[in-house]
């Protein structure tokens, strides 16, 4: 079966990706603030939509700098590099958002959005991996 390429392998990335981010990450945040899960669902769709938001960007940018490199395919230190990258830009953009939807200080906020970026780091990772070895590599990896 050929790898899965182009839009469609963004699009179907990004769907498989953020329906399961929204399960978990609703459980997590109920869980963290003490909200039900009606609150904590509704703030999880937000960070969904900004997560799709950067997740396309992040990634148009991460497979532009993998074609210029001149040592091909996805080692640990690259997928590593993938999740930090992809991770430390969403908590500066979801910290703000967490703190204003719950009504709470930038820093529990942070601490909040720490927890969750834990859990993500090993997600993110597995997730690739999975997904990469279900549809195959992208031509920029290849």
Known sequence: MPALQGLARKVVYVGLYEALAIV?????????SGEGLLT???????TSAVAVVWNLLFNTIFETW????????????????HAIGFEGGLVALLVPLIAGWYGIGLWPAF?????????????????NAVFDRVFGLPAAAV
């Open 24 to 32: 978990a990450t609703t459980a997590g945040l109920s869980a963290l």
């Open 66 to 81: 993998e074609r210029r490199q001149r040592v091909r395919g996805r080692s640990l230190g690259r997928r590593l590099a």
């Open 111 to 127: 601490l909040m959005d720490l927890g969750l970026l834990l859990f993500f780091l090993v997600f993110t990772f597995v997730f």
């Open 40 to 46: 904590s669902g509704g703030l999880a769709a937000a």
